[in-house]
Each structure stands twice: as C-alpha cells, then as structure tokens.
C-alpha cells in the first residue's frame, strides 16, 4: 500500500512476518507520502543479540475445588407385573379300537388206534444146503521182472572228531557214616557191639544204665519189626556185691520193661566176672494191645565162696505197653538195695544180633 496517507495505514501491533511499518520522511517529501517496508526487514536491521531469559516467576496457588452438588434420590421402582395364566392342555384324541382276531378253525378229531395184531409164530428154520464147492483159482499171472536199482551215491567222508578235552580229577569222597541195616534183613546180622566199658553202678540205688558206647544202633525205627523178628544180646562184666544186699536188672525199651531179673539176693563177691544172655521174638506187630514180644534171659555170677556159680532166669510176655510203630530202643539198668561201697557192676562186653 504505497503512497497512502498515515492515517490510512493499518495499526502495526506485533512483529509478524507480513507486518510492515510508515516511515515518514519530512524532509524528503513533505506531502507525507510514505514508502512501504516489512517490519521483519526493519527488525534484523536495528535488533539487538537476544538476551538472557530472565527468571520464571513462582506459581499461584491453586484455587479451592468448588463443592459437589448433592446426588438426587432415585426414583422408586414399579412393581413387577403379574404373569399371565398357562392355557390349559387339548385332550389327546381317542385310541382307535382294535380290529377282533379271526376265530381260530377247530381241530380234527384224532383217529383211534387200531390195536396191534397177534404176532404170528416163527416157521421152523429150512436145514441149511451143504456148501458147494469152492472153484479151482486160476493160476496167478507171472510179475513183470522189478527194473534194477540204480547204484547209491557213495557218502562223503566224515569230518575228524576234535578231540575231548580232559576230564577234571574227581575230589575224594567222604568216609561213608556208620548205617543201620535197612529191610530186608539177612537172616543173621550184627546190630551193635559196645566198644568201652560202662560206667559202674555203685554205692547208689538209684536205677542206672549198664550199656556202654560203641557202633552200631540198638534201635528199631517205627514200623521196622515183622513178625517172626528175633535178637540175641550177650552182656558180660566185672561185679562186686556185698553178702545179701540184692540187685535188680531191668530190661527195657525207652521206659517199657521188656523183662525183670530179681531182685537177686547176693552172696559176697569182689570183682568176679557176670555173664547176662537175653533173648527176644516179635509175635505181633502194632500199637499198644496189639503189639506182642516175648523176652527170656539168664544172669550169672560167680561168688567169692568155692568159686560157685549163681543166678537168676526169666521170661515175659508183653502184649499190653510194647508198640512196633515207634522207635524202640534197647536198654539194660541196673539198681542196687543198698549205697554200700561193695557193691558195684559194670559191662566190658555187649553185643547185639538179629538171629531171625
């Protein structure tokens, strides 16, 4: 807008960009003429370096929050509305009614049976043809002669054998134990033989053993006898007695006395020789009341006077406590009246066979 009169110049207010400012030169042209030029131009020319940025000023306070406005009550709820009422159900058609069945034909009248005839009797059998003749068999055609054999391959060689490898030293065998016999029997065996003296019953009456160790078994297992069984034991040892003080000998089989000697009155005898015989014969087998043995023995010694000889015999049958199915096992005691110290005995000697 050049050449326009100041008052007809727009009011410059801030520095924008498209902003201008009137210079009026007086001097140069009087009638106020002015020429146009961008305030921006003006600006670089005459502005100063930019200074520093001078200090933010502190923050007001905050005002105060204003007051919440009070909540309005709510409205009341309308009441529900009722439900309408179900219609009633249609009535289910009536069932059709069934056909009736067709009236069943009645049945025939069954035939009577007419009843069985006599049987007729049977006629006599015709005597049978004698058989003819058989007819001569024509003789046998001649076989066609057999084709020979073709020759067998020959079998191939066998293979060698390696040879075995060396059998290993068989270890030694254990000494065998000491057995007793097992059925059947010889007809005559040896069952046991002591090998020691027993101990001497002395200065006691207390019933005690006279069999010593050895080999052998003076035991029957259970169900081990037959009828017709029969042993012999022969018992001999050393004996002092004092004059008439007595001594019973008992031969048993656990605690079944098989047979008793005595009690034997005693006539004075120191360190003489005894000789005892005992003979045995199973004659039932079984348990007890069944079972049946019979024992007899003879017992001898010789007294201090002349060298004499006395003794006592016996023999029992027992068919009442004697049981062949346990174990029996043969044992001989001895028991004296008196604890005097002459009186003693004891067996070097004792051998038991089967004889039958």
């Given at each position: 807008m050049p050449n326009l009169p100041i008052s007809q110049l727009p009011l410059?207010?801030?520095?924008?960009?498209?902003?201008?400012?009137?210079?009026?030169?007086?001097?140069?042209?009087?009638?106020?003429?002015?020429?146009?030029?961008?305030?921006?131009?003006?600006?670089?020319q005459f502005s100063g370096s930019t200074g520093t940025s001078g200090t933010s000023g502190t923050d007001g306070t905050s005002g105060t929050s204003g007051v919440s406005g009070t909540s309005g009550t709510s409205g009341v709820s309308g009441t529900s509305g009722t439900s309408g009422i179900s219609g009633t159900s249609g009535t289910s058609?009536?069932?059709?009614?069934?056909?009736?069945?067709?009236?069943?034909?009645?049945?025939?009248?069954?035939?009577?049976?007419?009843?069985?005839?006599?049987?007729?009797?049977?006629?006599?059998?015709?005597?049978?043809?004698?058989?003819?003749?058989?007819?001569?068999?024509?003789?046998s055609g001649t076989s066609g002669s057999s084709g020979t054999?073709?020759?067998?391959?020959?079998?191939?060689?066998?293979?060698?054998?390696?040879?075995?490898g060396?059998?290993?030293?068989?270890?030694?065998?254990?000494?065998?134990?000491?057995?007793?016999?097992?059925?059947?029997?010889?007809?005559?065996?040896?069952?046991?033989?002591?090998?020691?003296?027993?101990l001497a019953v002395s200065a006691t009456t207390i019933e005690t053993t006279i069999v010593g160790g050895g080999i052998g078994s003076l035991s029957v297992p259970s169900n081990g006898f037959t009828i017709g069984d029969s042993f012999n034991a022969s018992i001999m040892g050393v004996i002092s007695s004092k004059n008439n003080d007595t001594l019973t000998i008992r031969i048993k089989t656990g605690s079944v006395e098989l047979g008793v000697l005595g009690p034997i009155t005693m006539s004075q005898s120191n360190n003489k020789r005894f000789d005892l015989q005992l003979y045995f014969t199973i004659r039932n087998i079984g348990g007890t009341g069944t079972a049946s043995i019979?024992?007899?023995?003879?017992?001898?010694?010789?007294?201090?006077?002349?060298?004499?000889?006395?003794?006592?015999?016996?023999?029992?049958?027992?068919?009442?406590?004697?049981?062949?199915?346990?174990?029996?096992?043969?044992n001989i005691t001895a028991q004296w009246n008196s604890t005097d110290l002459g009186n003693s005995i004891y067996s070097e000697i004792l051998v038991l066979n089967k004889i039958y």
């Open positions: 410059a207010t801030s520095g924008q960009p498209e902003s201008w400012m009137a210079i009026v030169n007086y001097d140069v042209d009087p009638s106020g003429i002015t020429n146009k030029i961008y305030f921006s131009a003006l600006t670089e058609g009536i069932n059709g009614t069934s056909g009736t069945s067709g009236i069943s034909g009645t049945s025939g009248i069954s035939g009577v049976d007419g009843t069985d005839g006599t049987s007729g009797t049977s006629g006599l059998s015709g005597t049978s043809g004698s058989s003819g003749t058989s007819g001569i068999n024509g003789t054999t073709g020759t067998s391959g020959s079998s191939g060689t066998s293979g060698i054998n390696g040879t075995s060396t059998s290993g030293s068989s270890g030694t065998s254990g000494s065998s134990g000491t057995s007793a016999p097992t059925p059947p029997y010889p007809t005559v065996y040896g069952l046991f033989t002591q090998t020691g003296n027993s019979i024992s007899g023995g003879q017992f001898n010694y010789s007294k201090d006077a002349s060298f004499s000889f006395e003794g006592a015999d016996f023999t029992t049958l027992n068919n009442t406590t004697f049981d062949t199915t346990i174990s029996n096992t043969l």
